[in-house]
């Protein structure tokens, strides 16, 4: 849907003739580094041209009124401002009640009601980010309505603080940061454990990012995602025994090959070893980029997906049938699983004279051993989080 189509679509839902401010912010993709955020090690995020756009006007009473295009079967979803708490029956709009409470609670003045729709063109449970789209989409709607500023620091860690305190998602910072931070046709190196970060130039040339969603949902909080978070925390205690270290990404990959007998446990010291490893490709990666060396990036997005298939284990039949498929077609630099893994994404790096015949072949092999199409993207790394239009605010 464009923007006119939009407004036109708030104002029938709403039944009002207000001209509404229109947000957007965008999903991500995280191009290497996966696992490694709350591991205390690097992420090279970089936001998209999809995301979530929010319309929104205030009220003159207490009353929130939530309506998603994408849910039109839920309806406009109804609470009171003095009511934000977690509900089962408001399934999606969780994250922007979520993130109304915790802006609330961190001393901004939301002091009235709200009608805000919300579109997304980014697919749901496909690793992207949807989630961290709509919280921050939702905390830049709010500073455009109730007329405040919140740095994008502090509104980039509410978002994570709504996944991980309101929603009970043990998930790290990257996603949110990418959202509120990304910048057109860069990358973003953020150290996960400090918050420093660099961005870095993704110079593609005759080469085009390609998103390939296996159309098999994956649902976070329901996946071994926190399986995966506790056995490298295990790791890490085993690890401190003899070492003074804060997380696993403090170390190299010669301290950590030197010193992984002290994990006991097998399938700890492979969790660690994808940590420790794939945090010095994210090292490597910056390097590369910034000698403009595409090459040697796609083999290290090879590299990172190998090591999450056998060392991290979160791959699956779906993620790893795409890769492979992708890494016998000509013009491929790299590819890889993006996302948490367990189904969603893979991304690849491809000569934009051979997309068309990428996608064929891709799409063949996998609809032969899997069953079903995956969906293919082409990606535009864009913007963070931002105002739109003004619209009637008042």
Not at 60 to 78: A, H, M, T
Not at 324 to 332: K, N, P, R, S
Request: with cysteine; charged share 25%; hydrophobic share 35%.
């Amino acid at each position: 849907m464009n923007q006119s189509e939009l407004i036109n679509k708030f104002q029938s839902v709403f039944d009002v003739s207000d001209c509404p401010g229109v947000f957007f912010a965008p999903g991500r993709i995280n191009l290497i580094g996966e696992h490694t955020d709350y591991n205390g090690g690097h992420v090279f995020p970089a936001s998209i041209s999809f995301g979530t756009y929010a319309l929104g006007r205030k009220r003159s009473d207490q009353l929130l009124r939530l309506y998603s295009v994408n849910f039109p079967k839920n309806g406009i979803i109804e609470c009171d401002l003095t009511n934000l708490d977690y509900d089962d029956q408001h399934n999606w709009a969780n994250y922007p009640k979520g993130m109304i409470q915790f802006i609330q609670e961190a001393g901004y003045s939301v002091e009235t009601g709200a009608d805000i729709l919300f579109y997304g063109n980014i697919p749901n449970s496909a690793g992207l980010s949807s989630s961290a789209s709509i919280e921050i989409v939702t905390g830049v709607l709010l500073e455009g309505l109730y007329n405040f500023d919140i740095d994008r620091m502090d509104l980039i860690k509410l978002g994570q603080k709504v996944e991980n305190e309101y929603l009970g998602i043990n998930s790290g910072i990257m996603d949110q940061f990418a959202v509120g931070k990304g910048k057109k046709e860069h990358a973003i190196l953020l150290n996960c454990e400090t918050l420093d970060y660099e961005y870095a130039p993704i110079k593609l040339g005759n080469y085009k990012i390609i998103i390939i969603n296996t159309n098999k949902q994956r649902t976070l909080a329901g996946s071994k995602y926190n399986e995966r978070r506790y056995q490298c925390e295990q790791a890490l205690k085993d690890l401190q025994a003899e070492l003074p270290i804060n997380n696993l990404s403090e170390l190299t990959v010669e301290e950590f090959e030197k010193n992984k007998q002290l994990i006991t446990n097998p399938v700890h010291q492979k969790r660690a070893k994808h940590a420790v490893y794939e945090n010095a490709r994210t090292i490597k990666a910056l390097e590369k980029l910034k000698q403009d060396d595409l090459t040697s990036f796609g083999k290290l997005m090879n590299e990172s997906h190998i090591s999450l298939m056998q060392d991290y284990e979160v791959t699956g039949k779906e993620l790893d049938t795409i890769v492979y498929a992708a890494w016998e077609q000509d013009g491929v630099l790299g590819a890889r699983m993006t996302g948490a893994g367990f189904g969603g994404c893979a991304i690849a790096i491809v000569d934009k004279d051979k997309v068309n015949t990428f996608k064929e072949n891709v799409n063949r092999i996998y609809l032969e051993k899997i069953g079903h199409e995956p969906i293919f993207y082409t990606a535009e790394i864009g913007d963070g989080a931002k105002q739109i239009t003004e619209g009637v605010l008042k």
